[in-house]
């Protein structure tokens, strides 16, 4: 017999520091989400690995981490595909009115109740849809109109017509309930439809009936319009104009817009008073790199939205990985890394700090200007740095040259040669890629993700310190 035998932690990072020894499959999930593009590749990892990964870790926690997981990446981190693989798996394991819940509050684009159906027949096209993801569906369905059904009833694996055939979803009556009789069923037809006075039929109905007919109203956007062979410079002007362009459709046209002539001040105009919200902080960094001449509103764009968020009281140090892995592009199709993700997040942090100083680090740790906004971008990409990674020297050097700092966050992927001393104070890992194993531990506090809702994050630990 042998007893007291001590555990032996084999797992280590891509670049070989020791891992955690223990974490809980719901943690595992999270860090694997929270900065995943599903199914892309990453510079350690193919986007199968990491999807195998999230697969597995879901059988092994409970609905309600799973359920919070998702709803966090979807509504937090503004993530759309992953949330969308978490809710198919839940289907293969659990039932009953939460997992419909959990698929109306997930999705929150059209366009997503077609991709969770590709998602949900990976397996099989012959796998029939379960009662709840039916119901899922259908509930999702209410929370669109016609402008929005329109806009992404478009050519894929699976229509918005054939969603919502195959979900049975119904338009809510005109005062009561969500269902129809059977005698109402029977009675709409196409003709009911179309003469909704007369037959009473409300504008719900009305819409869903145009779906099913397909005669939708063809939507004012810049697509329909360029796409039908519209000139770009009057296109994007009038849609400017009438404010109908959305921030993603203005930044990702921003070159294009230029290119074609569009008056500068109409663009700076619909910059400043663009919906961000949803926008995630290295989108600002793409669109400037394609027209640095707006620089200027796109980096007040990206602070607007922090306008109401308290400060991070006291002196933090900031500290961002600039070594070879975070080079690595986040998507095929995308020109933008993970140092651009990491370095638009010390952007929103670094105009949140009351007292801070910034530091770069790879193999050696250098300290750069505090400036602000897409300079701050420019210090730290100046600083040229072997590829090796060395967190924990990074670490005590920052201390050595910072010692009264009260917080450090560590924007990083995680994949280092050594690991970190027990932080002084505060100290946060930021996570921004998406590996099975990183060296956040002891009393570092991980985040995982790369939007502003870090600060919520930050701010929320420390009221409870």
Known sequence: MRSNIKFANSARTHEGARSLAKTSPAFKLRRTVMACLLFEDSFYEDGQTAAVRIKALVRECSFDEVAEIAIEAREKMNLRHVPLLLVRETLRYYTGRKVGDLIEQVIQRPDEIGELLALYWDDGKDQPLTSQLKIGLARAFCKFNE???????????????????????????????????????????????????????????????????????????????????????????????????????????????????????????????????????????????????????????MFSSLAGMDMLRGNTALLIDHSGSMNNIISAKSEISRFDAAAAVAMILRERAESCRIFTFAEHCVEVAPRRGFALVDAVKAVVNPVSTKLGKAVRHVYDQYPECDRIIVITDEQSQDVPPAPRGTGYIVNVAAYQNGIGYGDWVTINGWSEAILDYIKANEAQI
């Open 147 to 301: 402008y929005q059904l329109a806009k992404w009833n478009k050519d894929g694996a699976v229509s918005l017509r054939d969603a919502m055939f195959l979900c049975h979803a119904r338009p809510r009556m005109r005062a009561h309930h969500d269902k129809f009789t059977k005698a109402e069923r029977r009675g709409l037809r196409f003709g009911d439809f179309m003469q909704s006075r007369p037959t009473g039929l409300s504008v719900d109905e009305l819409l869903y009936g145009k779906l099913a007919h397909n005669m939708l109203e063809t939507p004012d956007t810049w697509e329909v319009q360029l796409s039908g062979g519209a000139d770009k410079k009057a296109t994007f002007e009038r849609l400017m104009s009438e404010n109908k362009l959305g921030a993603m459709a203005l930044l990702r046209n921003l070159r294009g817009m230029t290119e074609a002539g569009v008056d500068d001040m109409l663009i700076r105009k619909s910059l400043m008073s663009a919906n961000v919200e949803r926008v995630l902080p290295f989108r600002f960094i793409a669109a400037a790199r394609h027209a640095p001449r707006f620089e200027v509103e796109l980096e007040m764009a």
